[in-house]
């Protein structure tokens, strides 16, 4: 119940296309969604996030769709850059006081030119 | 506004050596986390600290893992004896509370590799 599943492991996009990175989670208790950006030799950076109460979320070229009854949530990453080309995570986490993210295992994404 | 400050970078040692890892988070977060990640996975909790607190350790082997939070500021995460397991990305991340939702800023780790 606490895993966050994410697909794909690897994703390649032709410069201009759309990417999209699904992850779903078992326990209803959580409510915030973060994604988060990896570079190689660099920390995670958050890059969008969204709570249940909504279904859609975007923020530039970065769109997060949720699903709650489906407990399924994408990122889509919309005329993709080779600037792009990251490891993307979900996570997931519930303000129980622990506010212990739980994360997927990635995405390595790759943005041809 | 620095982020979080992490050091080394890197490090390698021999199985049974000790090691720590020095972390210090954005100004003014008093919440503080350390994560390990290994190759290919995401990160997972070992510590979260409130000031000086230790709030969730759960996941820390603390056989071989220590952690201290002196000052409620920076932090140290030790393992004595390291392991060949052991090798991975130690993350140290910081939080401020934003609304109901604490948002959290990652260092750029300590890659460790235990020979």
């Known amino acids: 119940q606490q895993q966050v599943k994410q697909s794909p492991q690897s994703l390649i996009v032709q410069k201009g296309g759309i990417s999209i990175i699904n992850c779903a989670y078992e326990?209803?208790?959580?409510?915030?969604f973060p994604w988060y950006q990896q570079f190689p030799g660099k920390g995670p950076a958050l890059l969008i996030a969204?709570?249940?109460?909504?279904s859609e979320k975007k923020e530039g070229r970065f769109t997060i769709s949720f699903n709650k009854s489906a407990k399924q949530f994408s990122l889509h990453i919309m005329d993709s850059q080779p600037g792009d080309s990251a490891t993307y995570f979900c996570?997931?986490?519930?303000?129980?006081?622990?506010?212990?993210?739980?994360f997927g295992t990635g995405t390595r994404l790759k943005v041809l030119a | 506004e620095a982020g979080v400050v992490q050091s080394p970078r890197y490090k390698i040692i021999e199985k049974k050596q000790p090691v720590a890892f020095w972390c210090n988070p954005i100004?003014?977060?008093?919440?503080l986390y350390w994560y390990r990640q290994n190759l290919g996975q995401g990160p997972e909790l070992l510590i979260r600290?409130?000031?000086?607190?230790?709030?969730?350790d759960s996941q820390l082997p603390k056989d071989r893992f220590s952690a201290e939070r002196l000052k409620g500021v920076d932090s140290t995460l030790k393992i004595q004896p390291a392991e060949l397991g052991d090798s991975a990305v130690y993350l140290c991340?910081?939080?401020?509370?934003?609304?109901?939702?604490?948002?959290?800023?990652f260092g750029p780790g300590t890659r460790l590799t235990v020979t």
């Open positions: 991340a910081s939080s401020l509370r934003s609304g109901m939702i604490y948002e959290q800023y």
């Open positions: 326990n209803t208790a959580f409510d915030y």
């Open positions: 969204i709570r249940p109460d909504v």
């Open positions: 996570a997931a986490t519930y303000p129980s006081g622990t506010y212990k993210y739980i």
């Open positions: 100004s003014g977060h008093n919440t």
């Open positions: 600290y409130e000031n000086e607190e230790a709030v969730d």
